[in-house]
């Protein structure tokens, strides 16, 4: 079992940045692909950014690539987005979320077994 508490979200101008953060319990938090997705008001859910337990391997939604960057640092068992040149279309909750199976696909929401209870990113035009 996996706990996740994200913190970090706000209110920022366009153009601004933020580092959203998502801190796990548990001991195994290096076997845990970690993902960021987002969802805004009458929209789905939406894959944002996903690291696997390691670190070594990201992949990014287009929309987000080359603007956000995800991490993590599992001796503090915490994954990061650092958001960077926030456009108004960014504004949603974001929420972080983990899955521990070999099989499981990155991008898709279903796939992740737990879910933090999100934090709202406001970006003001």
């Known amino acids: 079992q996996v706990q996740l508490v994200e913190s970090g979200g706000g209110l920022v101008q366009a153009g601004g940045s933020l580092r959203l953060s998502c801190a796990a319990s548990g001991r195994t938090f290096s076997s845990y692909r970690m993902g960021w997705f987002r969802q805004a008001p009458g929209k789905e859910r939406e894959f944002v950014a996903s690291?696997?337990?390691?670190?070594?391997?990201?992949h990014y939604a287009d929309s987000v690539k080359g603007r956000f960057t995800i991490s993590r640092d599992n001796a503090k068992n915490t994954v990061y987005l650092q958001m960077n040149s926030l456009k108004f279309e960014d504004t949603a909750v974001y929420y972080c979320a983990a899955y521990q199976r070999l099989s499981g696909t990155y991008y898709n929401p279903k796939d992740y077994d737990y879910w933090g209870q999100g934090t709202q990113v406001t970006v003001s035009s």
């Open positions: 690291i696997s337990g390691r670190g070594g391997s990201t």
